[in-house]
């Protein structure tokens, strides 16, 4: 079955700097790359998306980039503020499935 | 736009009691998700619902979980007995109909913290 790793497991920036989270998938046939971000109390929220024929996705402060050779993603968030202080969730998906295997999460802290 | 709505948000209750979590899935979504969330084994995919029917229940854990979707906007998770191993956060999520081959995004509710003493 797929494995989904997803490194650092935590993060600390300050405000204003850029954050970089990676995820490395086992899985050649996953096509579908969501990302989630999960505030204290609340459910996974998802914040970006990518699919396997797109290779960069940016979406004002967040990209997303893939590369399916070396079967790795990563999460770019720039400018970073208090409030993207949060546990973010890498997922992949296969063609057809709607199984969504998630890594560990990364807790990133943003300090002012 | 409203969100998945899951409720109780909190529940408590003695081990032995049934509890029954809720969760209105987005309209005009068709598939219907319920996870399981603890720090050990993060987030578990229990059950999947398509178009009202059971498609995977292979991540129910024990036969004291069962998971009912009467009809397009409501659905129940039931556990009876509770134990204290069952203490987690359960999420509902919910995704629209399928284009083509292409994935749907799954959206998550705000879970239902259970604790079961």
């Known amino acids: 079955g797929e494995n989904v790793e997803q490194h650092p497991s935590t993060l600390s920036v300050q405000e204003g700097d850029s954050a970089v989270i990676k995820c490395t998938y086992s899985d050649s046939a996953s096509n579908y790359f969501p990302w989630y971000k999960q505030e204290l109390g609340k459910g996974p929220q998802l914040i970006i998306d990518i699919r396997s024929n797109v290779g960069e996705k940016k979406d004002q402060r967040i990209a997303v980039t893939l590369n399916k050779t070396a079967k790795h993603f990563s999460l770019h968030i720039t400018e970073t503020q208090p409030e993207d202080s949060a546990v973010y969730f890498c997922a992949t998906q296969g063609a057809g499935s709607y199984q969504l295997t998630f890594g560990k999460g990364t807790k990133l802290s943003v300090i002012p | 736009d409203a969100g998945v709505i899951q409720s109780p948000r909190h529940e408590v209750t003695e081990m032995g009691q049934e509890v029954t979590l809720r969760c209105k899935p987005i309209?005009?979504?068709?598939?219907l998700f319920w996870y399981r969330q603890t720090m050990m084994r993060g987030l578990e995919l229990l059950i999947y619902f398509n178009n009202n029917v059971p498609i995977d229940d292979s991540g129910m854990p024990e036969d004291r979980f069962s998971a009912k979707m009467p009809n397009a906007s409501f659905s129940t998770l039931k556990i009876q007995p509770s134990e204290p191993r069952d203490s987690a956060v359960y999420f509902c999520?919910?995704?629209?109909?399928?284009?083509?081959?292409?994935?749907?995004?799954?959206?998550f509710g705000d879970g239902t913290r259970l604790s079961i003493l």
């Open positions: 309209s005009g979504h068709n598939s």
């Open positions: 999520a919910s995704s629209p109909p399928r284009v083509g081959r292409d994935n749907q995004p799954q959206h």
